[in-house]
């Protein structure tokens, strides 16, 4: 009885500290969908916003492709002008250069071409021998091939040459060359790349802005893959969410249903305890008196032993008096006797005595 309490008290110790860990996992759990329901939010909102840059990052791309065909199509037709002219420079002849390079009084279409060349290269001559200075350097045709428009054409520039010499009727290709098959094609150049510039000062602000939008494209895009990528990132934490959640919810079942054993258990042991109970006065004072009729068991059985082998034939008044003088030898003898013992306690048990009551026989000593 004793060890059954113990194994309640245990059982309930258990289920405590159960309890207690299945509170602990109830929260964690709860926790994890929250932060689930968390992150599938902001992931939804990540994927709206990152639509939302998708479909601006394709406005762009249409407005980026209309400006860049603009730009496109006006330097179209300049660029194969000054590609033209740059070959015509490239062809001409050394003989024909030499020709130029020798003359000591020039026609005066000769000195207009010559003059405009040196002029839009950054050289400034007043006189012929001057030109001639800048036209016998090696690297005056690769000069001229070489010419950077963007950066060279300034606006000052570009106004002087119109001014000086493309608006004068005698500078065109086919007057200069007439006079010289060299100054030709130069004249070409120089109005090729007048023009092309003012068509590049035309379309600068569309190739800014075509700059502008291709930046801000790209800044787009950027911001769409971070977004993206959050979204993956998110998706990956609700996914390692819900298994940690799953495993969570499964310890807190197996928690549950351990409970519910050990509190079955810790009920049927109460009930046992409380039917149990009438019995512990019994076996407490069995327990009690064990002691006393183990120091009497040897008298007690000599006793027992003497009756049944030689009392058998004597009444009941005759039995007691044989009895009461045995004790009293025995007592004599250092063997301990019990005072109220009944020899029918050692020659039945407590059911065969039952049966006899049941059956009309007097409980007594007899």
Known sequence: LAQTVAQV??????????????????????????????DQ?????????????????????????????VVVR???RAEPAVEEAQRAVSNIKKQQLTEVRAMANPPAAVKLAMDAVCTLLGHRAPDWKALQGVIRRDDFIASIVRFDTDKQMTRQLRALMRRQFLERPEFNFETVNRASKACGPLVKWV?????????????????????????????????????????RELEQSIARYKDEYALLIADTERMKAEMIRVESKVERSLRLLASLESERARWEQGSATFGAQMATLVGDVLLAAALLAYGGLYDQQYRDWLTSRWALHVQR???????????SDFVSSAEERLVWQRAGLPDDAL
Do not use: F, H, W
Request: charged share 30%; aromatic share 0%.
């Open 41 to 69: 939010q902001e992931a939804e909102q990540k994927q709206t916003a990152a639509a939302a840059l998708q479909i601006e990052l394709a406005q762009q791309d249409v407005q980026v492709r209309e400006r860049r065909a």
């Open 74 to 76: 006006d330097l179209e």
């Open 9 to 38: 008290e245990t059982l309930r110790a258990t289920l405590g500290a159960t309890q207690q860990e299945l509170a602990q996992k109830t929260r964690q759990a709860d926790a994890k969908l929250q932060q689930m329901v968390q």
């Open 191 to 231: 109005v090729a790349q007048v023009e092309y510039a003012e068509i590049l000062e035309r379309v600068g602000p569309l190739r800014n802005e075509v700059q502008e939008l291709e930046a801000q494209a790209e800044a787009t895009q950027v911001r769409a893959a971070t977004l993206e990528q959050m979204v």
């Open 333 to 343: 003898s250092g063997i301990l006797v019990r005072t109220d013992m009944r020899v």
